[in-house]
């Protein structure tokens, strides 16, 4: 065999290699960001009177706690989100409004200790008077995304 064919199936290898470590890589990453469940939401609990809790489709707990309260609008608050019986990798919280389009508001979450997560956000001002807010708590696992959604309503003072 001389020096140029071998070259060639040597250049060859690397670029099957890198190929296929790259769709290894897409296909890993799109499966840790699939969402593998999303969970009803409580409406009989308020988190303008205090933490609200969810049961997880595999057992496991999420509580959400959000202060000062009343809530306010346009000044920072403390987002806490609290897990038991589940091991996640991250946690955010994206704010909406239900009705009416805010724009983005995620708030990605630090690990504090034992299945505590907390950080800040603020939500924007609305024209309303009142306005109902969703408050997705997303958690990435091993195995993907599962959401756990708040509802509670603000009022302009």
């Known amino acids: 065999?001389?020096?140029?064919?071998?070259?060639?199936?040597?250049?060859s290898g690397i670029l099957i290699a890198i190929l296929?470590?790259?769709?290894?890589?897409?296909?890993?990453?799109a499966r840790k960001n699939t969402i593998i469940a999303q969970v009803e939401v409580d409406r009989s609990c308020d988190l303008q009177k205090g933490e609200c809790?969810?049961?997880?489709?595999?057992g496991g707990l999420v509580s959400l706690s959000i202060e000062p309260r009343p809530i306010p609008l346009v000044q920072?608050?403390?987002?806490r989100v609290n897990l038991k019986d589940i091991e996640v990798e991250a946690v955010a919280v994206d704010f909406k409004g239900t009705t009416?389009?805010?724009?983005?508001?995620?708030?990605?979450?630090?690990?504090?200790?034992?299945?505590?997560?907390?950080?800040?956000?603020?939500?924007p001002v609305?024209?309303?008077?009142?306005?109902?807010?969703?408050?997705?708590?997303?958690?990435?696992?091993?195995?993907?995304v599962i959401i756990a959604p708040f509802i509670?309503?603000?009022?302009?003072n």
Do not use: H
């Open 100 to 123: 009416m389009n805010m724009g983005p508001n995620n708030v990605i979450l630090k690990a504090l200790q034992n299945n505590i997560y907390a950080g800040n956000g603020m939500l």
């Open 152 to 156: 509670f309503e603000t009022r302009k």
């Open 126 to 144: 609305c024209i309303r008077n009142s306005m109902e807010w969703q408050a997705d708590v997303y958690l990435k696992s091993k195995d993907g």
């Open 76 to 79: 920072n608050f403390n987002i």
């Open 53 to 58: 809790s969810l049961k997880l489709p595999d």
């Open 1 to 11: 065999m001389n020096k140029r064919t071998l070259l060639m199936l040597v250049f």
């Open 20 to 29: 296929i470590l790259t769709s290894w890589y897409k296909t890993e990453l």
